[in-house]
């Protein structure tokens, strides 16, 4: 274990700024914290309880790129699209989050490896940060996700005062300490816990049995509150659902794809018309599936991290901890 | 994947000459979808045409592009050979190279690249047309005229005599209009109802024409050709067929001090009242709103007992006539303002102060003073009169812009009247301008100045007010000196303005017809469409379009039956398929029309509707708007309005016009090459 | 208490002192306070507005300007042509932004034009005549003439509370006071104000043809809401007189000294002896009890 | 009566089978009611701003057929709106202002709501008016540098169109592929033309309740386009959005003498 | 180095404006030949749109044109036009679009001459603020990026 003081941290992260590595770290705008690539150490605000968006698009853009095409008269030309190789730190990564990014490299690249986010996550290094403030919203010590974990991250930091403990979790991890050798001492291993956050229990994850409760009445109830947007989607650092689109002329056109959301109205709709979740509860009700009954049962994964942006953003009041501390008593 | 001809015309020299055809050709054909491009140099020639309709069969092209003249010269005849050799006629573009590039070009490449990309956008819009065919409706061939005053009388009889059917209908007991209320017509002083009694028992003999009065419009559906029509029969109270129009019940009738609406209120009317003696027809009518029987619970019933037939039927009711016909005539007339619109004349309260329509009852021989000019306040021959022209007409303050057009010639020929029948009297007419353009109408005023000595001051009236038992005329003579002039005045005529009907706004939206800030109908076109309206199949006549005189009036009754006529020759009506329409989608959406209709708030032509969409059960699903085919003109307003885009127009549909806007870009490197 | 913004303008100050001091002993009853606009400047009623139509507006926008910045909403402006002014100014103004910011440059304030002036007509049927009924306490029951000259409710585009022809607000008042309004021609002829000063003769032409017609009908007395109007018809009687070949003595008094009379307040606060043409004829006949009444409450 | 106790009444009655109002639950949150038994978690506070009205627009809300609900006055605007516009024409709603705990508005019908906005009318938001004014005072270039980076933030969620009242298209014209009028990406250009696109929907129909600002998540001023556009079409055309029953629609009519100064 | 010629959209009705453009040709009057006109029934089927796919797709300036008020074909249609551009103006202008770019006007079928000398104009103004690139750029913000903001 080592530690590191603040202000080496500080011409750490010049150093690497220097460097040439692209540094996303934690930026206040307009009272809002939001991930953000940074020039400099002082537009870093670790001094956060949680980002209006996750980290997610490090690997997964809202709009990527994945290939361009030309007609030459009654020829197609494809171009391949490079994904920039250049190094990628994320810094003051919370547990929540770095959890995420963990699930989501596994949705991604478990079975049929996705190269653009592949590429991606092979040359990002996340630097975890011990969450040192939470709110009433948050709630990942329900999904027993602790707020000082290192899963996920290359090198987990935690605020001690006038020094950061640290832990290196891989190879990545070991590199940024060898780099920087003379800065790191060695340190005790200390109890995390009295650094971090304690978000309270909201309910008992044990508890909440979806499988018999596909017909329940409660999926509309609790979804009269939703009117339908993509906020909770888009806004959630494991949301990985996406849509193909190809925007052309007569002359060329390029692949993309874009974040979509399960909320939408439109995510299902078949070209017949039909719709099998024509109503705003068979949504919602496949939303709370797949984060905890399907991704459990394809990946062994919860796919919720207990982060609450998706109820910080709800222009409708939705509370999906609320919603499953109902759910855990029926 | 399309194929598509290009067809490049050197129209001679005309495009040739500045134009490299040849290589807009070549680089035509190296477009995608772009199967067969030629150039040729007069493509609306004979081999032209051929040359266009043997490639579409051998090539088997579904869109061609003929760059040539301006589509509104040759778009016709190109998609008459497109249709003869197989190819629907809305497959066929034009590229404009003529008007829009050749001609106001110099011969430069860039010209050429200018011609090239016409072609391609057209090209890029052929892909997206699709086969249209032309909307046929059949045609009802009854006319209806509403309003029976000269206008609609003329169009009526025109309309017959052609050997159509016609319904005329009339607001009031009987036809006749205005026109039966003047005493003399200018500029020739003969006899108004002389002229105007032959053609009204015309009317009413013709086998061709049915004439129903005391009724009003109740509602009109369906479009040009298909129109159907709700007809109120006001009850008259007597059984026309049973009734002789002896006149018993009238000279009976207890109720006798109704202001007369015949005689402009200077007279008197029973209750039970034919309108006038020569009505037409003429069979009295209970008005219901004066009747003791009717007012006082069945009281009285003089009329029932004196009636030597049985007529009398107090208890008949309303009825709502139903009609099909194919083609309306509104002929509904005007009105005009009364002397209350004025305060500064008096605003109704002396009774001197009368305006132009009681003074022609006054001076008709039919009149209550059978023609003797007597002032209405004690009935002493006024010694000296005064006449306001354009007593709000043509004054913006009083919110009447426009000029009544009527007001300056009949004011002369009042005058006249007024001096034929007292010689002794002294005329004056304020007036601001003489408008007096028509045939003999020049003449005719110069003859009541000249000949007539009556005195015109040009200048307005500024005050009226009484004093002594004389109207005090304050106004202002500005071609003399400016000075202010007071005339002590026995009796005031106003020349009001002419007026829109009062309910002339309700039954324009019943007909669905435009009007405009004054409540008069909308013609279709001010210059080219003077006689139609927007609204497919339905015509103006008279003055319900605009301030008129008789002779205008008549015309534009005979073109508006001539309108008529021309429409009800054909069986079918074909019109072009550039009309809009509601998409349909799969259910459960059916449309993406989400029944908002404020498209139908944008329509000039007011051609959508309703369109209710059902399950099997009869249960409504949604409503959504519907293009009434009929009426749709192809202007596109609502497509640009629809916010779901749900709405497209045949022939400039969104994908088509998307496709040559899109077309037109991308490409600038390309040119370094060209 | 109701507070409203007051622009007086020369006259309420001056020759038409008496139409202040009615109007202030009216307000006081019905708890109205009329507040001063700081620092009012001439509303310009010259021939001004022919010559310079931008400077024209400037003139009354600076009071507009200041009773914007006192807060005002409304100003009551009782003096018909001072109104006039005001009113075509605030209307130019409020309909174009850029002659707006032109005339805030030149008068160097800062102007919206939330204050809009209001005729005394309008002021009396707001706030006045509401209650009026009940606090009359003697009605004039005799027949008047109501006389409003060319300004009060012109422009026709900009005036809306009356008909600018034959206007009849101010009847309705004189009814509720008890009195007769008659029926006459001359309620906006001209009284020759325009030319009080170039051509005095003509002023008691026209004057005079009004104050005969008046007579004439019956009327004992005129009831005005200008002062223009009033001193014309007032102040000229010699030239009148002349013009007419015989002597009128009809007095002509403000709408507020009307008011005030039936009310029961004291002539002397209405400043009924402030006329040339004496009003203790027209006071004696209709209510001679008042008078009475009134030296009683001096007592 | 308090407005509780009314509602109570209407719920038990079954005169509505749904009460959609506020609670407090940490913030302030959408409450709906099916039974009379919870009716005390209501409230009703100056911090109740959400319109709840786009609600009524959703078929599952729609399908309990009568409805009461609470409104601010924008929400009582948008309810005129949307009547206007031929809504809700299988559904009995019953809209309450609430005033105070004891003084409230019931409305029986969109006739009472009309009159009532126009004794009642108030201006916007005066904060909005003044970043307009703020807006209005840059330069070109300035405008297209504060617009460009705010919708480069854009995330394209469409909150702002599920939280408006006035979006209620079966299938929103965004979703339109053929042919692809707005790109659905949320790049800078897709994200700039969905708001120039939404905007205009809503020139003539914002009733300024700034629920596409209140929902979105990354804090974009949607609502100064909508207003502004709807401020100066007041100027222009005289015509306030949700003010009267009748259909009365700027972008549907016109005067012969509408000010252009740009069209030569 | 070649001279930048600009690439201007017009898009006008079928009645009047079009039938100018066609009158101008049959005049022989000369203008400048960067315009590619696109010919609509009725300025009021003009959809606000198409002026952001001309730009997006690279034109560097758009004109608008129609019959004068009423003159319009359909009586009303350009009378709608215009509210729509009012509106559609105070939008652009308040989100600081180049208002240098996009050209209003009425043409009738009889001012062949308004219609050259407007090209002339329009052709040459936009000559000297060059390429349009603002707008098609923005297609570059966003894509495959980690953002400004994430």
Redesign the interface.
């Known amino acids: 274990m080592k530690k590191i003081k603040k202000s080496n941290f500080e011409k750490m992260v010049n150093s690497l700024l220097q460097s040439g590595s692209t540094i996303i770290a934690p930026v206040l705008k307009k009272g809002k914290h939001y991930f953000s690539r940074i020039e400099s150490f002082d537009k870093i605000s670790l001094d956060y309880c949680q980002t209006v968006l996750s980290p997610k698009a490090v690997y997964f853009p809202s709009t990527d790129s994945l290939m361009r095409y030309e007609n030459e008269h009654n020829n197609v030309k494809i171009i391949e699209v490079e994904v920039p190789k250049n190094p990628v730190i994320v810094l003051g990564v919370k547990p929540c989050d770095a959890y995420a990014l963990s699930y989501l490299s596994e949705f991604f690249l478990k079975e049929n490896s996705d190269t653009y986010i592949q590429v991606r996550k092979e040359n990002t290094t996340i630097v975890g940060f011990t969450c040192t403030h939470s709110d009433d919203k948050c709630f990942c010590t329900s999904l027993n996700i602790n707020p000082f974990d290192t899963k996920g991250t290359d090198i987990h930091f935690t605020d001690i005062g006038e020094e950061y403990y640290v832990e290196s979790i891989t190879e990545k991890g070991n590199e940024i300490i060898k780099n920087f050798n003379t800065m790191f001492e060695d340190s005790q291993t200390i109890d995390k816990k009295e650094y971090s956050s304690n978000p309270p229990i909201k309910f008992d994850l044990e508890k909440i049995r979806l499988t018999d409760k596909f017909e329940s009445s409660v999926w509309l109830d609790q979804s009269l509150l939703c009117l339908g947007c993509g906020a909770c989607a888009y806004s959630c650092p494991t949301c990985s659902c996406f849509d193909i689109q190809d925007e052309s002329n007569p002359y060329s056109g390029e692949r993309l794809r874009c974040w979509d959301s399960c909320g939408f109205g439109l995510f299902t709709l078949h070209a017949s018309g039909h719709n099998p979740r024509h109503d705003q509860s068979n949504r919602w009700r496949n939303r709370v599936f797949h984060k905890f009954e399907y991704s459990v049962k394809n990946l062994g994964i919860i796919s919720c991290v207990g982060c609450g942006r998706c109820i910080r953003v709800c222009p409708g009041g939705m509370n999906i901890s609320e919603h499953l501390a109902e759910l855990a008593t029926i | 994947m399309s194929r598509i001809g290009v067809f490049v015309c050197h129209c001679g020299e005309n495009i040739g000459a500045t134009v490299d055809c040849k290589k807009v050709a070549e680089l035509s054909a190296g477009l995608h979808g772009v199967v067969h491009s030629v150039d040729y140099k007069y493509m609306c020639s004979d081999p032209g045409q051929t040359m266009i309709k043997d490639a579409i069969k051998e090539k088997k092209l579904d869109g061609i592009v003929v760059a040539a003249c301006s589509p509104r010269m040759h778009e016709p005849t190109f998609r008459k050979a497109a249709q003869e050799s197989g190819l629907n006629a809305f497959l066929c573009e034009m590229a404009n190279l003529r008007e829009h590039c050749s001609w106001v070009h110099l011969k430069d490449d860039s010209t050429t690249e200018k011609a090239f990309e016409l072609i391609h956008m057209l090209v890029e819009k052929v892909k997206k047309n699709k086969p249209l065919f032309p909307i046929k409706v059949p045609v009802t061939k009854t006319a209806l005229v509403l309003g029976g005053g000269i206008a609609g009388i003329q169009s009526a009889l025109d309309i017959a005599n052609s050997g159509h059917q016609v319904i005329l209908v009339e607001k009031d007991p009987s036809i006749g209009g205005h026109m039966a209320q003047l005493s003399e017509t200018f500029p020739t002083l003969d006899c108004s109802q002389c002229i105007l009694t032959p053609r009204m028992v015309e009317v009413a003999q013709h086998p061709n024409i049915k004439l129903i009065t005391y009724a009003e419009l109740e509602a009109v559906e369906g479009f040009v050709g298909n129109f159907k029509v709700k007809i109120r029969q006001k009850a008259k109270s007597v059984d026309e067929k049973i009734c002789n129009g002896c006149g018993d019940c009238t000279t009976k009738c207890p109720i006798k001090k109704i202001p007369d609406e015949f005689n402009a209120g200077m007279g008197y009317r029973a209750a039970i009242y034919v309108p006038f003696p020569q009505a037409v027809p003429n069979k009295p009518v209970i008005d219901r709103a004066h009747c003791t029987w009717y007012l006082k619970g069945g009281k009285c019933g003089l009329c029932e007992k004196v009636c030597p037939t049985g007529a009398i039927n107090y208890q008949q009711e309303d009825e709502i006539l139903t009609f099909e016909v194919g083609a309306i005539v509104a002929a509904t007339g005007f009105d005009i303002k009364g002397t209350d619109f004025f305060p500064e004349y008096g605003y109704g309260k002396y009774k001197n102060v009368i305006n132009g329509l009681q003074f022609e009852r006054l001076a008709s021989a039919s009149g209550p003073t059978l023609g003797e000019m007597k002032r209405p306040s004690d009935g002493k021959t006024p010694e000296t009169i005064v006449f306001i022209a354009c007593a709000g007409s043509r004054d913006s303050a009083k919110g009447i812009d426009y000029c009544s057009k009527i007001c300056c010639m009949y004011t002369a020929k009042h005058a006249m009247l007024y001096k034929h029948k007292v010689h002794s009297g002294k005329a004056y007419v304020f007036y601001m301008d003489i408008r007096a353009g028509g045939k003999n109408y020049e003449e005719f005023v110069r003859r009541a100045i000249e000949e007539d000595d009556v005195s015109y001051v040009r200048g307005r009236v500024s005050k009226i007010y009484e004093r002594n038992g004389k109207l005090i005329v304050k106004g202002v003579d500005t071609l003399l000196n400016s000075m202010p002039m007071e005339i002590e005045a026995d009796m005031v005529v106003l020349a009001t303005a002419v007026v829109a009907n009062h309910d002339s706004e309700q039954i324009a939206q019943k007909m669905h017809i435009s009007y405009d800030a004054y409540h008069f109908f909308a013609e279709a076109h001010p210059k080219l469409k003077p006689v139609e309206t927007n609204t497919a199949g339905i015509m103006l006549a008279g003055a319900c379009q605009a301030p008129k005189d008789i002779p205008e009036s008549v015309s534009q009754g005979s073109g508006a039956a001539s309108k008529v006529s021309c429409l009800f020759s054909q069986d079918v009506l074909t019109r072009e398929p550039l009309i809009a329409e509601v998409n349909r989608s799969a259910p459960p959406l059916y449309s993406t029309c989400v029944g908002c209709f404020l498209c139908q708030s944008v329509c000039p032509y007011m051609a959508i509707e309703t369109e209710e969409i059902r399950m099997r059960d009869g249960s409504l699903i949604k409503e959504v708007a519907r293009i009434n085919p009929g009426l749709c003109q192809g202007c596109g307003t609502c497509v640009a309005l629809c916010r779901s885009k749900s709405i497209d127009i045949h022939g400039y549909t969104h994908q088509q016009i998307f496709s040559e806007v899109v077309a037109l870009f991308n490409r600038r490197e390309e040119y370094e090459t060209v | 208490m109701i507070k409203v913004g007051y622009f007086p303008g020369c006259s309420l100050h001056g020759t038409a002192i008496e139409y202040e001091e009615s109007l202030r002993s009216v307000c006081a009853e019905f708890d109205i306070e009329l507040v001063e606009i700081n620092d009012w400047n001439c509303c310009g009623a010259t021939a001004a507005h022919s010559l310079n139509h931008l400077l024209s507006i400037a003139l009354p926008a600076r009071s507009l300007a200041l009773a914007e910045s006192q807060e005002f909403t409304e100003i009551l402006v009782p003096c018909a042509a001072c109104y006039s002014r005001l009113l075509s100014a605030w209307a130019d103004i409020t309909q174009d932004s850029k002659i707006r910011s032109k005339v805030s440059d030149i008068i160097e304030l800062p102007l919206l034009g939330t204050a809009k002036p209001i005729s005394i007509l309008e002021f009396i049927s707001r706030y006045i005549l509401p209650e009026l009924k009940e606090k009359i306490k003697y009605p004039i029951s005799q027949k008047v003439a109501c006389y409003y000259g060319c300004l009060l409710v012109r422009p026709p585009n900009l005036v809306h509370y009356d008909r600018y022809e034959d206007p009849l607000i101010m009847e309705e008042f004189v009814k509720v006071l008890g009195g007769k309004p008659i029926e006459w021609g001359f309620k906006t002829e001209c009284c020759g104000a325009g030319l009080s000063v170039t051509r005095t003769d003509l002023v008691g032409k026209l004057s005079g043809k009004i104050l005969e017609d008046a007579v004439l009908r019956g009327a004992e007395a005129v009831i005005v809401a200008c002062p223009m109007c009033q001193s014309n018809l007032d102040m000229r009687r010699k030239s009148i007189n002349n013009y007419l070949g015989e002597k009128v003595d009809i007095p002509v008094m403000y709408i507020t000294q009307a008011i005030g009379l039936a009310m029961g307040i004291e002539p002397r606060k209405l400043g009924t002896k402030k006329h040339f043409v004496s009003m203790d004829k027209f006071i004696g006949n209709f209510r001679l009890g008042q008078v009475e009444h009134s030296k009683a409450g001096e007592v | 009566m308090t407005v509780l106790a009314r509602v109570s009444e209407l719920l038990d009655s079954q005169q509505i089978n749904l009460f959609i109002g506020y609670t407090q639950k940490g913030s302030i949150c959408p409450l709906f009611l099916k039974e009379s038994d919870q009716v005390d978690k209501l409230i009703f506070n100056e911090d109740c701003l959400q319109n709840l009205v786009p609600y009524l627009n959703k078929h599952e809300v729609q399908s309990f057929g009568k409805i009461g609900i609470f409104c601010t006055f924008s929400a009582l605007r948008s309810l005129l709106q949307l009547k206007s516009e031929k809504r809700f024409s299988n559904l009995s709603i019953i809209p309450f202002l609430v005033i105070s705990d004891d003084e409230f508005v019931e409305f029986g019908s969109y006739e009472e709501i009309e009159s009532y906005i126009e004794k009642n009318f108030k201006k916007g938001d005066d904060n909005v008016q003044e970043m307009i004014d703020k807006i209005n005072l840059m330069s070109t270039e300035e405008k297209w540098e504060f617009w460009t980076n705010e919708l480069t933030g854009c995330i394209k969620c469409y909150a702002c169109r599920s939280a408006c009242p006035m979006c209620y298209c079966d299938k929103c014209s965004v979703e339109i592929n053929n042919p692809q009028w707005v790109p659905t990406a949320s790049h800078s250009q897709g994200n700039l033309e969905w708001h120039v696109m939404r905007a205009m929907h809503l020139a003539g129909r914002c009733v300024n309740c700034n629920e596409c600002f209140r929902a979105c998540p990354m804090d974009i001023p949607l609502n100064l386009l909508t207003s502004k556009i709807n401020a100066d079409m007041e100027v222009a055309f005289g015509q306030i959005p949700g003010t009267k029953l009748k259909l009365d629609y700027a972008m549907s009519c016109y005067k012969f003498d509408d000010k252009d100064n740009f069209i030569r | 180095m ?1 001279q930048f ?1 600009p ?1 201007i ?1 017009a898009f006008v009705c ?1 009645w009047c404006t ?2 100018g ?2 009158l ?3 005049s ?4 400048a ?1 960067n315009v ?7 300025t ?7 002026i ?3 730009f ?4 560097d300036g758009i004109i608008v044109s129609g019959c004068h ?2 003159d319009c ?5 350009n ?21 240098r770019r996009m ?4 043409i009738s079928a009889a001012e062949g001459a308004k219609f ?1 000398s ?1 090209i002339n104009e329009v052709t040459d103004s936009i000559r000297k603020l060059g390429p349009y690139t ?3 750029n ?13």
């Open positions: 070649k010629e690439k959209i079928n079009y039938a453009a066609d101008a040709g049959t022989r009057l000369k203008y030949p590619r006109i696109v010919r609509f029934p009725c009021g089927r003009i959809d606000y749109q198409l952001l796919k001309a997006e797709n690279g034109a008020p009423n074909h359909y009586t009303s249609g009378f709608y036009a215009r509210r729509r551009w009012i509106v559609f103006k105070s939008l652009i202008d308040f989100m600081g679009f180049d208002n050209y209003f006007s009425w050259a407007f603002d707008y098609s923005l297609r570059k913000i966003g894509v495959g990026s980690i953002g400004e903001e994430l």
